[in-house]
């Protein structure tokens, strides 16, 4: 046979393969399409599309099942509305193919096991629900999914393990009873009265201290706000009265119930949930928001189902379940939560507002991006103008006047979200309506909340724009206009000590010197904390950290630009005039004088002196606690820098500790100096090994082979930022301790209330820290109580401190 001949049969063969490979891979790609959109809407009937589907994969099984397996049991993981659908097509299979019905309940299975172990609890919550669903089915036996329950049962009962751990395996149990509740009410009633009253003891006696820190308001009035485990064991409880009849759930399965009756039932196998270990990390509790009832609807419209009705909770769950799909993509998510099924039996827009706000306001901080929210609101309205901007101005309306009671941090949100909102539409607003704020204390949460509403519109427009958007009566909650105050330019400036300096520091930075030039100039300013006889040497030069900052950050105040180039050009001056701690706070001070009309200049500035090292993190808190910013104190942009010095520190350990792992990880992959001695002839061998260790862990192109010694000293790095970390929350909470103390001693001195908006403000501000940076506190929360939040502390300071610890207990 010639070459050519030989050439053209392999070339032949190969397309021969290359064609029956691409065309397997089509018809995946087609049964997948048509499992994923099985139950959207077509011109046919879902019932007849399930036929036919089910023929379909029926036809492929023997072909494709480890592909139809693989996709069927994610589906309703990934798709969690359409669970009722999976669930009926895998019934229908079951019917037709017993074994592939055991393979698939064991393929769930496994799934379960592993989302257990993985911690991936969501995934886990939905699989249960889905196994009971199966039950609805024929698929899964009832009995056998009463095993499932009854381990569930024992892992919430479990002692010394966190109440989040039994919680969730609580959460788990009470969300699934809806969908399979009036299964096991006609077949095994006295199993599902036994389930209940183990509920029932369990919720009685769990620990709810977390309750108070998690509420979006301090008072029940007009609407309860419940822990998400009572409001829907109530839920639950309801539905038990009514014999386990729903009217949300769609269920595509009565309709075959003649073909699934016939079908032979799997047992589940024995699960047990894996063991506590300290490492795994549980959800949170949360409390259920609640802002609109029946009363706040339009009468003549559909009717809100009642806080306490299965129904209530179903299509919430449904709406946070199309966030979770789409909250990437504002305009799809708008459009999902508009075309909700069964929107014509429940005031849609009402219970997408309430949703959204509850995902905005969740505690200790919303799922996704703040803005994300605002942004979906801005789509919702356009694309239903008729409607959803008097809802949503119905709902802020209801929100101010019960902003009374609102926590600090859902205070700072809602003051975001409403800002941000005005900017989209030209900041028209009714302020007539508001104008009762005007007669109220500064620190009153309604002026409070119209200042500061004002102050972040500033930052997203300019001074003029909002000066002009508001009645004139308005003018003394507006901020000033946002300008450096340049003392030495004002009358008498010339005056003040240091004057001369400034204006010879003014005309020597004109001319660009270098850092070397600066410092020789401010270096011959008088110190006026030395004294004519002392002999000790002054920490810093007041002065001269004067004139210099204010000086350069003047002339760098046209720009964020300007001013970081002026940062980063004398950052060697910087650090020689603010060697300590204490010249850092007075630096911080003059930064505070010179911006103190511009809030978000001053955070600007504040976070790059962070970043260049500059100013220290525990520098900034003790700034923020000082006497000097006593008149601030209220204020939000004074928290957030606070926040972001806090959260800087966080995330410089996060990334230290990131560090360490990764090189201690390639450290272990890498063989021993043991395994080959010097006068070992394969040690080049050795040494090779030695660097090739697993693709996760191989060191990039110019990356050094980490030592012991190197691992040492990052741990080392490691322990220091810990201990800088932990002395930043001393610092802190002690500030926070000491600052309310005297407040309460000063009022029982006085014989005055302790309970004033200045106080109702600095508790919320020291519950958020708290909340804000829970998994960093907890950390420390053993030397927090033994160090600072002891027995003898004043009992409403103390309370937020057990709040926090119920979080996780």
């Not at 949930?273 to 559909?302: I, K, N």
């Not at 941000?420 to 309506?433: G, I, K, V």
């Not at 507006?478 to 204006?503: D, I, R, W």
């Not at 606690?625 to 996060?654: C, G, Q």
């Amino acid at each position: 046979m010639s070459r050519r001949k030989r050439d053209d049969g392999y070339e032949h063969g190969y397309r021969k393969r290359r064609r029956v490979v691409s065309e397997q891979a089509e018809i995946e790609d087609r049964l997948e399409s048509l499992i994923i959109r099985v139950g959207d809407k077509t011109s046919s009937s879902l019932e007849s599309n399930l036929e036919g589907l089910a023929s379909v994969l029926e036809a492929d099984m023997n072909t494709y099942k480890s592909k139809i397996l693989r996709i069927l049991s994610e589906c309703p993981i990934q798709m969690p509305e359409k669970c009722t659908i999976y669930s009926t097509l895998v019934g229908l299979l079951n019917a037709k193919n017993y074994n592939f019905g055991g393979e698939f309940v064991e393929q769930m299975v496994r799934n379960l096991k592993e989302a257990l172990r993985e911690g991936q609890w969501e995934s886990a919550r939905l699989i249960v629900r889905f196994i009971s669903d199966m039950v609805n089915c024929h698929i899964v036996s009832a009995s056998s999914l009463l095993q499932l329950y009854d381990s569930f049962i024992d892992a919430a009962m479990e002692q010394g393990v966190p109440q989040v751990r039994r919680d969730w395996y609580m959460y788990a149990l009470l969300t699934a009873l809806p969908w399979v509740g009036r299964e096991l009410f006609e077949k095994k009633e006295n199993d599902l009265e036994r389930i209940m009253a183990a509920m029932e003891g369990y919720l009685r006696r769990r620990n709810t201290a977390h309750v108070a820190a998690l509420r979006v308001w301090n008072c029940d009035t007009p609407h309860p706000q419940e822990e998400y485990l009572e409001c829907l064991w109530a839920q639950v409880r309801k539905l038990r009265t009514d014999e386990w009849q729903e009217r949300h759930i769609y269920r595509p399965y009565l309709a075959f119930d003649s073909i699934l009756s016939e079908a032979l039932q799997h047992n589940l196998p024995v699960i047990l949930p894996p063991p506590h270990t300290a490492s795994t990390q549980y959800p949170l509790p949360w409390v259920v928001f609640r802002m609109f009832d029946y009363t706040d609807c339009p009468e003549a419209g559909p009717l809100l189902p009642g806080t306490h009705s299965v129904e209530r909770y179903l299509i919430e769950e449904h709406l946070h379940q199309i966030v979770t799909r789409h909250h990437n993509e504002r305009k799809e998510l708008a459009t999902q939560l508009l075309a909700f099924p069964q929107r014509n039996k429940i005031p849609l827009e009402y219970m997408i507002v309430e949703v959204l706000f509850s995902e905005l306001f969740h505690m200790p901080s919303p799922r996704y991006l703040e803005i994300s929210y605002g942004c979906t609101l801005i789509e919702l309205c356009k694309l239903q103008p008729s409607t959803m901007p008097q809802v949503l101005a119905q709902a802020t309306e209801l929100l101010y006047e019960r902003i009374d009671t609102m926590n600090a941090t859902c205070f700072d949100r809602f003051v975001s979200w409403f800002s941000y909102h005005l900017s989209n539409f030209q900041f028209r607003w009714s302020w007539d309506d508001w104008q009762n704020c005007l007669s109220l204390e500064k620190d009153h949460p309604k002026a409070k909340f119209v200042s500061e509403v004002f102050g972040k519109c500033l930052r997203l427009s300019y001074y003029k724009r909002v000066n002009e958007m508001v009645p004139e009566c308005y003018s003394p909650l507006l901020p000033p206009k946002p300008e450096p105050y340049f003392k030495y330019q004002t009358e008498g400036g010339n005056s003040l000590p240091g004057a001369t300096q400034v204006q010879a520091l003014t005309e020597l930075l004109r001319k660009k010197p270098t850092p070397e030039e600066v410092l020789e100039l401010i270096q011959q300013l008088p110190n006026p904390l030395k004294d004519d006889d002392g002999d000790m040497e002054p920490s810093h030069n007041p002065l001269a950290i004067e004139v210099f900052v204010q000086t350069l950050l003047h002339l760098g105040s046209k720009s964020f630009t300007h001013t970081f180039a002026g940062l980063a050009k004398y950052h060697s001056v910087f650090k020689n005039i603010c060697e300590n701690e204490e010249a850092q706070i007075c630096m911080l001070r003059q930064v505070y004088e010179l911006w103190q009309h511009h809030p978000q200049f001053l955070g600007v500035v504040v976070d790059k002196m962070l970043k260049t090292q500059i100013v220290e993190c525990c520098a900034v808190a003790n700034w923020i606690f000082s006497r000097d910013m006593a008149p601030e104190f209220t204020r939000s942009y004074i928290w957030e820098i606070l926040h972001l010095t806090i959260r800087k520190m966080n995330k410089h350990v996060v990334r230290l500790e990131k560090e360490v792992a990764d090189a201690r990880a390639k450290l272990r992959a890498a063989p021993s100096d043991s395994e080959s001695s010097d006068d070992d002839p394969n040690r080049e061998t050795g040494e090779k090994r030695r660097r090739t260790v697993s693709n996760k862990d191989t060191p990039k192109d110019g990356e050094e082979q980490p030592t012991e010694e190197m691992v040492e000293r990052m741990e080392e790095r490691l322990e220091a930022a810990q201990s800088d970390q932990k002395n930043l929350f001393l610092i802190v909470f002690q500030r926070f301790i000491m600052i309310l103390s005297e407040h309460v001693v000063r009022c029982d001195t006085d014989g005055k209330d302790f309970n004033t908006f200045w106080y109702q403000w600095t508790v919320g501000r020291l519950q958020q820290v708290f909340m804000a940076h829970h998994e960093q506190v907890e950390k420390y929360s053993q030397t927090l109580e033994t160090l600072l939040f002891t027995h003898d502390l004043d009992s409403n300071i103390l309370d937020t401190f057990r709040q926090f610890q119920a979080l996780r207990s």
